[in-house]
């Protein structure tokens, strides 16, 4: 078999995690699989890089020396226990110091400039990853297996949308077969960045946080692998965060569409995107844990499960900001609602929902609180005259609003979700503040003050019966029947 295997942060942050990691590779190849591996920066060092990255536009560079230094640590740290081989080590360590010089001089050149443009935050932003790939290529070659450290700036060709680029597939698959593929066959493990790409004329990009998932799946399909593999810290996707939810449960087998759903809607255990390579060339994806290896995790492939659980989980995206536009103006007059979406989509903002009340007196829709103010300045420049004759009343954006998403294939056509939903959340005195189906019917939508977000998920969570303290209505036996 054909796998990617993809590492996350806390499954690279330490040297008990890279044990595990060497063990699953080596039990891999072991069954005579051919794996690619790809990873992410050491838990903690993208941040760690940004933060420099930001300090230094305010002037401030010696935050980023000090954080060069916390992240010379972490890495030395594995190499010494790691690399008994006094040359490899020093190799190692080395081309990681280099990286991290580079990272001082960026800095240095953005103190200069005053300025911080998305193109150099890109370059600093995946200088994590670049750092882990030398490190996991060493600590597998130091056990034996014959690896290979690969920046995918040379594999992944994305267009030009700094900080969250998108792959072109076509000319990534020709990369891919070209310099993976061989490797491959000769029986060494390309050991690939996470995270990182590059536009066709070599301009470094990332995919987005957390987008070392979709490199994953990007490559899956760029070398047809049988299947993708994402190790992280947790035993597969789960009915909830199980940060939130302690009694969150494993799900055993989602859709595409149910796992697209859920990483759209803040299941932070997958890229939003990361879903869509795998879908579109039906490769097979697991979410494993590398903390727990023989824990079977999560299967998503093409079929939705045939269990009828209606609804499989319940997820949350915090952050957020509710736009509302009302007046008693807007009433019947048409065009309102696509002026009002015109002028947002100028500002590049993605909407992650939007409700219009029947009565047509208010359209309300969800951005990205850091991107409030600037759609909150287009639209009312659009909607200038109306404001003035007062057809319409008002434009707002309120913050620190959270979207609660009860996600599930087999809510379509099954009445009552709804109710339910509400009736939890009334029970917990939980003001609901918009909702919003949809139109795919696998899942409903809640917006939420960020204070009740905690609650609700836990509402909603134990209202479906999802957590492992849930009585299986399939198993119950009800008091009438002893
Ligand atoms: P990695 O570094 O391996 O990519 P992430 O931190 O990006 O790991 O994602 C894993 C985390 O996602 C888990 O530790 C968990 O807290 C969080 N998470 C949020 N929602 C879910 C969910 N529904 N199922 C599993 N994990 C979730
Ligand atoms: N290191 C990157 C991040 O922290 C990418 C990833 O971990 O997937 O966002
Ligand atoms: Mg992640």
């Excluded at 995918?152 to 990369?175: E, K, W, Y």
């Excluded at 969800?366 to 409030?372: M, S």
């Amino acid at each position: 078999m054909l796998v990617v295997m993809k590492f996350g942060g806390t499954s690279v942050g330490s040297v008990a995690a890279l044990e595990k990691v060497v063990d699953i590779v080596t039990r891999s190849r072991r069954r005579g699989d051919r794996v690619a591996v790809v990873v992410s920066a050491m838990s903690g060092v993208t941040d760690m890089l940004l933060r420099g990255a930001c300090q230094s536009v305010q002037g401030d560079t010696e935050t980023a020396h000090q954080l060069h230094q916390e992240m010379l640590r972490r890495h030395r740290e594995v190499l010494d226990a790691f690399l008994s081989d006094p040359g490899v080590h020093d190799e190692v360590l080395k081309a990681i110091q280099s990286l991290l010089d580079e990272f001082d001089s960026l800095c240095h050149s953005i103190k200069v400039l005053g300025e911080l443009t998305p193109r150099a935050l890109d370059v600093i932003a995946g200088m994590g990853e670049r750092m882990s790939v030398r490190q996991v290529a060493a600590v597998l070659e130091s056990r034996g297996i014959a690896a290979r450290a690969i920046d995918a700036d040379r594999l992944i060709v994305t267009d030009n949308n700094f900080g969250a680029a998108s792959p072109l597939m076509p000319q990534t698959t020709r990369r891919c077969q070209e310099i993976l593929v061989p490797l491959l066959e000769a029986g060494i493990v390309p050991v690939v960045t996470g995270f990182i790409g590059a536009t066709e004329e070599g301009i470094v990009t990332t995919l987005g946080r957390g987008g070392s998932d979709y490199s994953a799946t990007i490559l899956g399909c760029a070398i047809a692998a049988d299947e993708v593999w994402i190790w992280t810290d947790v035993n597969g996707v789960m009915t909830a965060d199980p940060r939130i939810v302690p009694d969150a449960r494993t799900i055993p087998h989602l859709s595409y569409i149910e796992m697209g759903e859920m990483a759209y809607f803040g299941a932070k255990v997958l890229h939003p995107q990361a879903i869509r390579p795998a879908k579109r060339a039906g490769i097979p994806v697991r979410i494993l844990n590398t903390f727990e290896p023989e824990h079977p995790g999560t299967l998503i492939t093409r079929e939705p499960d045939g269990g009828d659980k209606r609804v499989k989980a319940v997820t949350a995206i915090r952050g957020l900001s509710l736009m509302v536009i009302e007046g008693s103006g807007m009433l019947g007059v048409p065009g309102v609602a696509a002026r009002a979406f015109g002028a947002v989509a100028r500002t590049g903002t993605n909407v992650l929902m939007i409700s219009q009340s029947s009565s047509e007196q208010s359209i309300c829709f969800v951005v990205p609180t850091h991107d409030a103010p600037r759609v909150l300045a287009a639209l009312r420049e659009e909607m200038e005259r109306e404001l003035e004759r007062q057809d319409i009343e008002n434009i707002t954006a309120q913050d620190n609003i959270v979207i609660l998403t009860v996600v599930g294939a087999g809510m379509r056509g099954t009445p009552g979700i709804a109710s339910k939903v509400f009736g939890a959340l009334g029970r917990e005195r939980i003001n609901v503040i918009a909702i919003a189906q949809g139109s795919s019917e696998y899942n409903i939508s809640i917006v939420v003050d960020q204070r009740d977000a905690d609650n609700a998920v836990r509402a909603l969570h134990a209202e479906f019966g999802l957590g492992t303290n849930a009585v299986d209505p399939a198993t119950a036996v009800s008091p009438s029947a002893m």
